[in-house]
């Protein structure tokens, strides 16, 4: 069984900073690409960023130069520091990885942890 525990968030005022943590435990052979959605509310869930195994990134238009995602493969762990921060940004931020166990991937979701920011 794999778990993906989220943790970072908060409530933080416009122009400020949070880092969110996501760590993985289980199972793991390998992750193929670790990322962050969020959802506000009556809003569709939304690709954040998201970093691949080999080092690639990609984020999203919306939070392009103000993000940053980063990962530490030794611990399963994946970090999302977030700068310059609008009430725009508050939403619920999920973690998700794809997921090598045995002979197959998965993709696996953490709990989500809240942001909000406040004008």
């Known amino acids: 069984q794999v778990h993906l525990v989220e943790s970072g968030g908060g409530l933080v005022q416009a122009g400020g900073s949070l880092r969110l943590s996501c760590a993985a435990s289980?199972?793991?052979?390998?992750?193929?690409?670790m990322g962050w959605y969020r959802q506000a509310p009556g809003k569709q869930r939304e690709l954040v960023a998201l970093?691949?195994?080999?080092?690639?990134?990609h984020y999203s238009d919306s939070v392009k130069g103000r993000f940053t995602i980063s990962r530490d493969n030794a611990k399963n762990t994946v970090y999302l520091q977030m700068n310059s921060l609008k009430p725009e940004d508050t939403a619920v931020y999920y973690c998700?990885?794809?997921?090598?166990?045995?002979?197959?991937?998965?993709?696996?979701w953490g709990q989500g942890t809240q942001v909000t920011v406040s004008s």
């Open positions: 998700n990885a794809d997921i090598v166990e045995s002979n197959s991937s998965s993709y696996y």
């Open positions: 289980g199972r793991i052979l390998s992750i193929n690409y």
């Open positions: 970093s691949t195994r080999g080092g690639s990134t």
